[in-house]
């Protein structure tokens, strides 16, 4: 048995557990689960983007077969609304909808049919006859609206030394301004849930990342306590942060099922996955960098100016990296926001850290050409073991490593220093490098275990309210029970993403393996050491569990644990590091590209599954090269709306684009960040990799790419 033990915990690259259920579409996800008596919503969205409704004519829809209500802000419940001054926005976060008559974005939600099948409910709902009153000039150009830029309440903005002083100390300047687009996250699941309203509370199937958060949500918003609020999302189809708070299809499915007393299902269309599901906001991004001949940097700036809605602000810390990353006395980081007639933006993949990391990473390999210094070298002399902006030290921190040793798998010595001097044929071949990091949160958990005895077996149960958003929750949760009960892995059932199972902090920013395991590896020996002191045995001692039970004469055993941070946590700054390479071939006469290879070498502590953890970082560096050249959401000046708003435009990266993708894993522990030495990945494959793919563009060409994404006309 013990070999078996060896081969599948923690560590192991074993398949997911939950695989089998996925591939044979027993996996439910939200809108699959077969509720009894439930109609279908279809959301009606704004066609102006600032204004009023001045009248809605339901009446048509209304006497379609099968509709059964069209909710407007005529018949809405009054519901919990906003501040008048623009709120920051959470993950947990009230969501009113249909409160007023009043438009702020184009897309916005203005009414919803509910009908007995979703056809009918998607047909009524062109129906409806909606009069505006447009009001002239609404916030829709980012250039046009800069004098309205603000501080925002929550501010991020922070300072170190002198950065006029560090500036005139330098003796060569980077001074120039990044820009990256409106992004859309689309998960391949849809936003969807069921909701079914019943004696004062609500059920609802949802797809959510958080599930505690959305529980919060719901009942702020209906002002109902908690407990009445179940929420489930056993399954989420991918998320990428869009679906770690509640959007407002969420409530409108909610208040219908209030209303007309029948579970409502809402599924979103992939086109209200631009308007109505929150999107990265565009940044523009101001870097000075002043640094000495040696390489030595003497100051940073990073200035983001971003947009956010009328009336709700979030903001991507774009700087968050700057403050960090580098050892430079002088620094600076700003942040404003500029309300515009716009979606709320929210989290996508390594909010900030993805599009801050872009600019500071190209202005370093910027001064490192003004410098004739190899980019490597140049960071390696900047390195730094203290968080300068927190004034301690990192938990673990192997970026040099990672620089070295991702040099060394790529083949880095073969690069020539200046650009259009690797060609073949038409193709300009160029090699680029960054740096990553990226904050590695850690946060309470709690988990129940429930042992069974089975002939002379012992069968473990984890239950949280976590939840697998396609990242592998469900098998390294599996995996570290194993490790922790020496059973198994097959012996071990994982139920996850219900708001009755001990509460978890979601899956989000990075944290939720660190989190799950802990909190799983606490269940684990929880009841161990309850089963060790009923016979009174010390703790230190190994016993099979299955002895454990047989001596106490229990078929059954249920323990709960919970983990948190240490103190050593906090007295340190915790992130997981990395380095990108790749190799970009430029046509010299089309600009078409070819990413031939990427490496990317990553420390980030204990590695759980190489398996799926090569999933998350590949999927990290697919989205990166996405960002660096090809995604942008596009809005119609005039009207608001984005004219990109379906697959056909709005591009991503397909295997043709992508060729070798190499990633490598340093063996570290990190026993500062957490008990079993795990750091966060889910966030860190992104990070940088657009700046690692503009450098090699750089090299080929000559070309410094500052607005993304690269696409080839640019670089005609
Ligand atoms: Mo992530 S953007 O915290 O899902």
Request: charged residues 25%.
């Amino acid at each position: 048995m013990s070999s078996i033990v060896e081969k599948t915990a923690v560590g192991q690259a074993i398949d997911r557990v939950e695989g089998h259920l996925k591939v044979t579409g027993k996996a439910k996800y939200a809108s699959e689960f077969p509720v009894p008596n439930k109609v279908y919503a279809q959301g009606i969205n704004s066609t102006i983007a600032k204004g009023e409704i001045v009248s809605i004519d339901t009446s048509e829809a209304e006497k379609q077969e099968g509709v059964l209500k069209v909710i407007t802000h005529q018949n809405a419940e009054k519901l919990k609304t906003f501040e008048e001054e623009p709120a920051a926005i959470s993950t947990d976060s009230i969501a009113p909808v249909l409160q007023d008559h009043k438009v702020h974005y184009y897309g916005q939600y203005i009414g919803v049919v509910i009908a007995e099948t979703f056809e009918q409910a998607q047909y009524a709902a062109r129906l409806v006859k909606v009069e505006y009153r447009k009001e002239a000039s609404p916030a829709i150009i980012f250039e046009k609206n800069k004098d309205k830029a603000y501080r925002p309440k929550e501010s991020s903005d922070y300072s170190r030394g002198d950065l006029e002083k560090g500036l005139s100390e330098a003796d060569e300047i980077i001074d120039a301004v990044y820009n990256t687009p409106i992004e859309h996250h689309h998960p391949m699941e849809l936003h969807a849930l069921i909701a079914s309203w019943e004696n004062g509370g609500v059920t609802a199937y949802a797809s959510q990342q958080m599930v505690e958060d959305a529980t919060i949500a719901i009942s702020e918003t209906f002002q109902i306590p908690q407990e009445k609020v179940r929420v489930i999302a056993a399954f989420v189809g991918g998320g990428f942060g869009s679906k770690l708070k509640v959007e407002r299809q969420v409530i409108l499915a909610t208040m219908a099922s209030k209303m007309i007393g029948r579970p409502v299902q809402m599924t979103v269309t992939r086109h209200q996955m631009f308007t109505n599901t929150g999107m990265r906001q565009r940044n523009e991004q101001h870097m000075r960098i002043g640094a000495k001949k040696d390489g030595t940097l003497t100051a940073l700036a990073h200035e983001t100016l971003s947009h956010t809605s009328i009336n709700e602000e979030f903001q991507e810390s774009c700087g968050m990296v700057s403050k960090m990353l580098y050892k430079v006395p002088n620094n600076l980081v700003t942040h404003r926001l500029m309300p515009m007639n716009l979606q709320t933006p929210f989290a996508m993949r390594a909010p900030g850290e993805a599009t801050g990391s872009f600019a500071l990473e190209c202005a370093m390999d910027e001064m490192a050409w003004k410098l004739k210094m190899d980019p490597i070298d140049f960071r390696i002399k900047n390195d730094t073991q203290t968080d300068l902006s927190e004034d301690q030290p990192f938990s673990s921190r192997l970026l040099v490593e990672c620089l070295r040793i991702g040099a060394e798998k790529f083949g880095w010595e073969k690069r020539n220093m200046k650009p259009r001097t690797n060609k073949e044929g038409n193709w300009l071949k160029g090699y680029g490098v960054s740096a990553a990091s990226r904050n590695s949160p850690y946060k309470e958990t709690h988990s129940k275990v429930i042992l069974k005895q089975h002939k002379d077996l012992v069968e473990a149960t984890i239950k949280m309210d976590a939840t697998d958003i396609g990242t592998g929750s469900y098998t390294i949760i599996a995996q570290t029970a194993a490790e922790y009960l020496k059973i198994p892995v097959e012996q071990v059932s994982v139920e996850l993403g219900d708001s009755d199972f001990p509460v978890t902090p979601g899956s989000g920013g990075s944290w939720g393996a660190a989190s799950y395991c802990n909190g799983a590896r606490a269940a684990c020996e929880k009841a161990l050491q309850e089963l060790k002191k009923k016979l009174n045995i010390p703790e230190a001692e190994e016993v099979p569990v299955a002895e454990l039970l047989q001596k106490n004469n229990l078929m059954e055993y249920e323990a709960e644990g919970s983990a948190k941070p240490s103190e050593e946590f906090e007295k340190h700054s915790v992130y997981s590091f990395g380095a990108n390479f790749c190799e970009v071939w430029v046509d010299k006469d089309t600009g078409m590209w070819r990413i031939n290879r990427m490496v990317n070498v990553g420390s980030a502590g204990r590695i759980l599954n190489p398996k799926t953890a090569y999933g998350q970082i590949i999927g990290g560096l697919t989205m990166g090269a996405g960002m660096a050249l090809a995604e942008q959401t596009r809005v119609e000046p005039n009207f608001g709306n984005f004219i990109t708003r379906s697959f056909a435009d709005y591009h991503v990266p397909v295997n043709l684009d992508l060729a070798q993708i190499d990633v490598i894993f340093l063996p570290e522990e990190d026993k500062i960040a957490n008990k079993m030495g795990i750091k966060g990945i889910g966030e860190l494959g992104i990070t940088s990799v657009a700046a690692s793919i503009g450098n090699a563009i750089f090299n080929a060409t000559g070309k410094r790419m500052r607005d993304l994404p690269i696409t080839p006309e640019k670089l005609i």
